[in-house]
C-alpha cells in the first residue's frame, strides 16, 4: 500500500540549530514529493518539491531536501532554525504522472523552537 | 492572486444537521480538491474536479458527502446528516492541471464541530 511515514511527531530544536526532519514513503515507482508547512488555524504552504533531476532540491525559507531513492526517504533540512519556523510540517508523494494533486501525507511533524 | 479562499472559517453544528461548506479556488486553475484533515493527522484526499467534472472520489467520501462545482469556478461540499465523526478541517485546494509541475495551493480550511 503507498503510504508516507514521518516517524518523528514532535521536534524540539534551539533557535539558530540545524533541523533534520525524517520522511519515508512506501510507492510503487518513484513518486513525487513534495513538503508542505501548516502554521496554526492556516492551510498549507508548498515548501519544495522533486519530480525528477537533481536529488537535492531547495524551495522557500532556506529549507531543502535530499531524495534518497535507495532508502525511499526524503528528509527536509535546514541550517539554522528561526523562531518562526515552529509549525507543522508534512511531507507528501504524489503518483508521477496524471493527477498530481491526489496527494498522500505524513502525519506531520510539529516543530517547537526554543528561544 | 488573492489566493484559495474558504467559507465559513468556523462551523459549529449539531448532530444530524446538514452543513456546506464553500470554496472560492485561484481563478485561472482549473483543478479543484477537497481534502479532510483530523486532529493530528495528515490531510486525506476525498475529491477532486477539473472544470466542472468531479473526476474521482475516494472512498472516505460516503453517501452523506457530495461536492459539486457547477460553472468549473467555485465549488460547495455538503454534509447531510452530520455525525461527530464528521468533526475535522475541511480543506480546498486548487492547481492549474496538466504535467506535474503545477502544485497545489491552499485555503485556509473550514473547520467543523459536531456537537
Known amino acids: 500500500a503507498q503510504s508516507v511515514t514521518q516517524p518523528d511527531i514532535h521536534i524540539t530544536v534551539s533557535e539558530g540549530a540545524s533541523l533534520e526532519l525524517r520522511c519515508n514513503y512506501s510507492?510503487?515507482?518513484?513518486?513525487?514529493l513534495f513538503w508542505y508547512v501548516q502554521s496554526p488555524g492556516q492551510g498549507l504552504q508548498l515548501l519544495l518539491k522533486?519530480?525528477?533531476?537533481?536529488?537535492l532540491v531547495q524551495g522557500i525559507k532556506g529549507f531543502e531536501a535530499e531524495f534518497k531513492r535507495s532508502q525511499s526517504s526524503f528528509n527536509l533540512r535546514k541550517p539554522s532554525v528561526h523562531w518562526s519556523d515552529a509549525a507543522e510540517y508534512f511531507c507528501?508523494?504524489?503518483?508521477?504522472?496524471?493527477?498530481?494533486?491526489?496527494?498522500?501525507f505524513g502525519q506531520g511533524t510539529t516543530l517547537q523552537v526554543k528561544p | 492572486d488573492t489566493g484559495v479562499s474558504q467559507d465559513p472559517r468556523h462551523k459549529i453544528t449539531k448532530r444530524g444537521q446538514n452543513v456546506t461548506f464553500r470554496c472560492d479556488p485561484i481563478?485561472?486553475?482549473?483543478?479543484l480538491y477537497w481534502y479532510r484533515q483530523t486532529l493530528g493527522q495528515g490531510p486525506e484526499f476525498l475529491t477532486y474536479?477539473?472544470?466542472?467534472?468531479?473526476?474521482?472520489k475516494s472512498r472516505l467520501l460516503s453517501d452523506r458527502f457530495s461536492a459539486e462545482r457547477p460553472k468549473g469556478s467555485f465549488s460547495t461540499l455538503e454534509i447531510q446528516r452530520t455525525e461527530q465523526g464528521d468533526s475535522a478541517m475541511y480543506l480546498c485546494?486548487?492547481?492549474?492541471?496538466?504535467?506535474?509541475?503545477?502544485?497545489?495551493?491552499f485555503g485556509n480550511g473550514t473547520r467543523l464541530t459536531v456537537t
Open positions: 485546494a486548487s492547481s492549474q492541471g496538466g504535467a506535474g509541475n503545477s502544485p497545489l495551493h
Open positions: 510507492y510503487g515507482a518513484t513518486p513525487y
Open positions: 522533486y519530480f525528477s533531476g537533481d536529488t
Open positions: 507528501a508523494v504524489g503518483a508521477p504522472s496524471g493527477n498530481t494533486g491526489k496527494l498522500i
Open positions: 481563478s485561472e486553475h482549473n483543478r
Open positions: 474536479f477539473q472544470n466542472e467534472a468531479q473526476l474521482e
